[in-house]
């Protein structure tokens, strides 16, 4: 049934972004089909990527790694594992005995670390090494032996191209690229609530596109929280738990009332803001309130290549950001975020923008004043440009899932009726829960292939 349900959607405007091992170069130079950017051993086949089944599609089977030979390299202070295909990898004396599996230098059950730093002689030598049972056997100079299996080394090994491919294991920094023409990845709340291999799709298209509607919520509060249950725990703030989108008198956010939402990204105003977002519309409006999303990681690249002056004002400025009131508990916080944040690769990690919360402080020289607004508005016209923005309606029902760290939402203006008022209910989780459900979905739907 999930194959069914999504095999008609497709994502026709997508392009490859994000590759780590491009991150040096400008954005501009990160265009590849997507299969073919990421390095790593994934759950993606290279097919066109029609709605969300190929993302749980078998992981092409692991060789296994059959080690010929190993030597040290003394003056090097490093071991050589030649692998059976030819291959060949190194490994520092100092990381290795570090990493020893044994039971007195690792707890098995929690998979971490007993050997203490202050106990390891990060100057060591080795005394033997062999292949036995083809694992490769250390005996170190206190004869202590360690012994590592060569798929656990392989994984691990030193070279560019095998950090890369962890790298892109471990947190799926490949993102797939789009515009107005997007076609939003679909699926079913009931299976994403019973099915692993549904919801290890629906992540992982959250994850690479940033954006999945799920349809056939029950119109009751409390799907949000269960949903999020599929992957540990919702985050609280001062707005709740979950929190009721409804145009409410005396409101103490923009989004409850009846009026236009710019693009923008949720809390701001926080240091840490959630990194995950849930709606789910129990009741849509009369008539307007339409849904516009844009993609901030392609309109951040975008803005690099039109404007590199403008982009690198909002990657190195921060600019300030307030929200006060009362909720959850009485609340009046205050940050300081850069516009756009990149990571120490120069790849963006994060959007944190949203006019309503901008504060009139800015702490800026006077001289910088001028420049970050303009670079602001010149990033703000390139979100509003129509044919980057995606719209959709929520009816009864839908529950939509979305990176805020990644996407500007907003909203058109609307009407309700007396009888029948616009309602959401909303919920933030943080990246950190999501990736840690994905790998383990993603361990119980393929093993450790």
Known sequence: ????????????????????????????????????????????????????????????????????QVRTLE?????????????????????????????????QSAQ??????????????????????NKVCIVWPDQHTSEFDPEWLKKRCFSTA???????????????????SLHIPTASFQDILHDDKAALAWLLALRRVGIVYLKGAPLEQGQVARLSERIGYLRLTFYGHTWQVQDKPMANNVAYTSGMLS???????????????????????????????????????????????????????????????TD????????????????????VSRINYNNATRDSVLDLPLHQVQPFYRALKAFVDIMNRPENVATYRMESGDLITFDNWRLLHGRRHYTSSPDKLRHLEGAYLDWDEVMSRLRLLRKSVHGDR
Not at 120 to 127: A, P, S
Not at 162 to 180: C, G, T, V
């Open 1 to 68: 049934m999930w194959m069914r349900a999504v095999s008609r959607f497709a994502l026709p405007a997508i392009t490859q972004r994000g590759s780590s091992s491009m991150a040096c170069l400008p954005l501009r130079a990160c265009v590849r089909p997507w299969w073919a950017a990421a390095p790593a051993p994934s759950c993606l086949n290279p097919v066109e990527l029609r709605g969300l089944q190929t993302m749980v599609a078998d992981p092409m089977p692991m060789a296994r790694n059959g080690v010929r």
């Open 75 to 107: 003056k090097e202070r490093l071991v050589e594992v030649e692998w059976e295909d030819g291959g060949q990898s190194l490994y520092p004396f100092t990381w290795l005995r570090d990493n020893c599996q044994c039971p007195l230098c690792t707890l």
């Open 112 to 133: 971490a670390r007993s050997l203490l730093l202050s106990q390891l002689d990060i100057h060591t030598g080795v005394d033997h090494i062999q292949v036995t049972d």
């Open 162 to 180: 095998a950090r890369q491919a962890m790298q892109e294991e471990l947190f799926i920094n490949e993102r797939l690229y789009w515009d107005s």
């Open 263 to 325: 693009l923008h990204t949720d809390y701001p105003a926080l240091h840490f803001p959630p990194g995950v977002q849930f709606l789910h519309c129990l009741s849509p409006a009369v008539k307007g309130g339409e849904s516009q999303v844009v993609d901030g990681f392609h309109m951040a690249e975008k803005l690099q290549i039109e404007d590199p002056e403008a982009f690198q004002i909002l990657t190195s400025c921060r600019a300030d950001f307030t929200d006060t009131g």
């Open 328 to 347: 959850y508990c009485d609340f009046l916080v205050q940050s300081k975020n850069r516009i756009i944040d990149v990571d120490y690769e120069g790849r």
